[in-house]
């Protein structure tokens, strides 16, 4: 089993380029979610999904878009990157039952805008 | 609203020793309460999570956690400490909105010292 497959693992952008996070799982989950992990500050949600076609904002979505157009796949959006946004980026997934269902981690991408 | 907070954020303890990483929760309602372990330069892995039921629980790796709700408290231990336990942990608290968003602290730093 793959679980949750996160691409690229590294990422140097410069301030104003775009770019596409990748997550996809391959464990028929649908509830997805991205966090992203800075020093000091723990992991913070950005947005999630509750299933195909469905996502909503978390603690902190400024700069930044997804969408579900399958269950398999949650890519994370930077329109126009800051350097703000340089962090840790977690997907994780797990199966919509209550709160109870532990989340699956992919490896993260660590990304950097200069 | 939901908050985690940890105390401490780096923690060493000499091998064979007690761990002890102190979580407190702030929640309106009944919360589910996590701990996840982050080894270097991978995703989090769930140690144990706390639902209903018995306020001790026992999770991977010989941890536990106990919750105790007039102290708004859910601190992870472990008897004897293990060189592989160096890791970050985290606390983590969710509601029962039946959406798996958690909330994370940020974070504990545990050092083994051998």
């Known amino acids: 089993n793959a679980g949750v497959t996160q691409t690229p693992k590294f990422q140097v952008l410069k301030t104003g380029q775009s770019m596409t996070l990748q997550c996809a799982q391959d464990?028929?989950?649908?509830?997805m979610s991205w966090y992203r992990q800075d020093p000091g500050m723990g992991l913070r949600l950005i947005h999630y999904s509750v299933g195909a076609g469905i996502t909503d904002q978390g603690e902190v979505p400024n700069g930044y878009n997804v969408s579900r157009s399958t269950t398999e796949d949650f890519p994370l959006r930077l329109l126009s990157a800051a350097p703000s946004q340089t962090s840790v980026y977690f997907c994780?997934?797990?199966?919509?039952?209550?709160?109870?269902?532990?989340?699956?981690f992919g490896s993260g991408t660590q990304l950097s805008v200069l | 609203a939901q908050s985690v907070t940890q105390l401490g954020s780096h923690v060493s303890v000499s091998e064979g020793a007690l761990v002890l990483l102190r979580c407190n929760y702030s929640?309106?309602?009944?919360?589910?309460l996590f701990w996840y372990v982050q080894y270097p330069n991978q995703g989090l892995q769930l140690l144990l999570k706390?639902?209903?039921?018995?306020?001790l629980v026992k999770g991977i790796n010989g941890f536990e956690a106990e919750f105790k709700k007039s102290e708004t408290s859910f601190h992870l231990t472990k008897p004897s400490a293990h060189m592989s336990d160096a890791a970050e942990y985290f606390c983590a608290v969710s509601l029962q909105t039946g959406a798996n968003n958690l909330f994370f602290g940020t974070g504990t730093r545990l050092t083994v010292i051998p």
């Open positions: 464990m028929n989950h649908e509830y």
């Open positions: 994780a997934s797990s199966p919509v039952v209550g709160s109870e269902e532990k989340l699956f």
């Open positions: 706390y639902t209903t039921g018995a306020t």
């Open positions: 929640s309106s309602v009944p919360p589910y």
